[in-house]
């Protein structure tokens, strides 16, 4: 079993950044690859960004040249940096790891809200 908690969402201005972290435990060890994941309002969830246990990065178009994803081994985490940040990015903001069985694990999600 994998537990999952996000942290850093909030609102920020339009053209501003915020860096999320999601925070894993228990069975990580068997974590094969993880991803971001966003759900907006009347909208389907969709990746923003994704992570082999390589390392090895996929970005959706939106999140190409404003997004990073990264792992913190040390802390456990999956973070996403976001800059330049737009309107249409707000929704809320999920992480998701999938085991080397194929079972995934999600986390609650955190609100992410660009408004002036």
């Known amino acids: 079993q994998i537990h999952l908690m996000e942290s850093g969402g909030g609102l920020v201005q339009p053209g501003g950044s915020l860096r999320l972290s999601c925070t894993a435990s228990?069975?990580?060890?068997?974590?094969?690859?993880m991803g971001w994941y966003r759900e907006a309002p009347g909208k389907q969830r969709e990746l923003v960004a994704g992570?082999?246990?390589?390392?090895?990065?996929a970005y959706a178009e939106f999140a190409e040249g404003r997004f990073t994803i990264s792992r913190d081994n040390a802390k456990n985490s999956i973070d996403l940096q976001m800059n330049s940040l737009k309107p249409e990015d707000t929704a809320l903001y999920s992480c998701?790891?999938?085991?080397?069985?194929?079972?995934?694990?999600w986390g609650q999600g955190t609100q992410v809200t660009v408004s002036s």
């Open positions: 992570l082999t246990k390589a390392g090895d990065p």
């Open positions: 228990g069975s990580i060890s068997s974590i094969n690859s």
């Open positions: 998701a790891v999938y085991d080397l069985r194929g079972s995934d694990y």
